[in-house]
């Protein structure tokens, strides 16, 4: 009986949400504007895993995934330009070939590139009302910001 009551208060205790992303409170669209070097439209070309290294050799362990991609709309350029956004974690972009996504690339994070939700960033599916939404908003914030 104990080892029932031990299996259910395991099952309980452990959901999908203890391991879900936790970003806090979600950036508006000015703010992660702010908090960004660039903010693209843009289309995933390939994927490539790049693995982690540990005392010069390459280990099993995928340390982040790194897209390829094509700009389809820029809202904020980055000076040096682009070539690249990387992704990781719970909280990471999933990124697929072949599909678009509108990304808010942070100024400052521990993975050059990362493109992640809690920065506004999110997968660009046309044929949602959700997506046209943000992107109208983006567009309109783009082009009718301060300076």
Known sequence: MMK???LALIIFFYTPLSSACSCGK???IEESF???KAVLLVEV???KA???KIEGEESKRVKFLEASFTTIESFKADEEGINVLRTYSNCGLKLYPSQKYLVFIPIDSHVENYVSHCDGSFHYLPQLDY???QL???REYAHNKPL
């Open 26 to 28: 979600l950036m508006s």
């Open 4 to 6: 029932i009551l031990f």
């Open 136 to 138: 109208s908003k983006v």
């Open 131 to 133: 997506s046209q939404l």
């Open 45 to 47: 070309d390939s994927l």
């Open 50 to 52: 790049v693995k982690a």
């Open 34 to 36: 702010l908090n960004s």
